[in-house]
T-cell receptor
Framework: RKEVEQDPGPFNVPEGATVAFNCTYS??????FFWYRQDCRKEPKLLMS???SGNEDGRFTAQLNRASQYISLLIRDSKLSDSATYLC??????????FGAGTRLFVKA | DAGVIQSPRHEVTEMGQEVTLRCKPI?????LFWYRQTMMRGLELLIY????????DSGMPEDRFSAKMPNASFSTLKIQPSEPRDSAVYFC???????????FGDGTRLSIL
């Protein structure tokens, strides 16, 4: 089992749709969680950190479920510009940060 | 604020040549990471440094790869001799501390002919 797993997609959604991604992690002692966004041929960029109580940034909502060991990202009112690959990142402690393989999202007009 | 700066942005060279990639981390960041990304293998961690000291180089594919960090503001990743299978995008990232988000440079697109 991979330490961090994501559905590779692609998710194809129309503009204005709501879409959600999940990411599971295997190490119950994992301490920090992040979502990154990577556009084609660009570097990964931090989208948002994920806090235990859940957090929201505009159209984006991130949640953490420690009992089931997953984090989620919800995108509301999808825009064409949201088309990208979304990477789940987990810090497990002891200098170890693991990037998921990413979920591809295509938002179409 | 300046982000992570990598050079060159693109490198095309023939197999057998030495390749040197450079990285300047964000000032004040104690951690520096080198990654390689390909379509087949995704994003792979090669090595990382803490306070200029290599902590984990288990991701370095083989002895042809080496990395140094002579001071807090500069790191190199060297491939000698280079091979076509080394073709990839190489990213450098830095972070201020353990468990903190990493900030990536623009990457170096390396093509070995």
């Amino acid at each position: 089992r991979k330490e961090v797993e994501q559905d590779p997609g692609p998710f194809n959604v129309p503009e204005g749709a709501t879409v959600a991604f999940n990411c599971t992690y295997s190490n119950s002692a994992s301490q920090s969680f992040f979502w990154y966004r990577q556009d084609c041929r660009k570097e990964p960029k931090l989208l948002m950190s994920v806090y235990s109580s859940g957090n929201e940034d505009g159209r984006f909502t991130a949640q953490l479920n420690r009992a089931s060991q997953y984090i989620s990202l919800l995108i509301r009112d999808s825009k064409l510009s949201d088309s990208a690959t979304y990477l789940c990142v987990v810090y497990t402690g002891g200098f170890k940060t693991i990037f998921g393989a990413g979920t591809r999202l295509f938002v179409k007009a | 604020d300046a982000g992570v700066i990598q050079s060159p942005r693109h490198e095309v060279t023939e197999m057998g040549q030495e390749v040197t990639l450079r990285c300047k981390p964000i000032s004040g960041h104690d951690y520096l990471f080198w990654y390689r990304q390909t379509m087949m293998r995704g994003l792979e961690l090669l090595i990382y440094f803490n306070n200029n000291v290599p902590i984990d180089d288990s991701g370095m594919p083989e002895d042809r790869f080496s990395a140094k960090m002579p001071n807090a503001s500069f790191s190199t990743l060297k491939i000698q001799p280079s091979e076509p299978r080394d073709s990839a995008v190489y990213f450098c990232a830095s972070s201020p501390g353990q468990g903190q988000p990493q900030h990536f440079g623009d990457g170096t697109r390396l093509s070995i002919l």
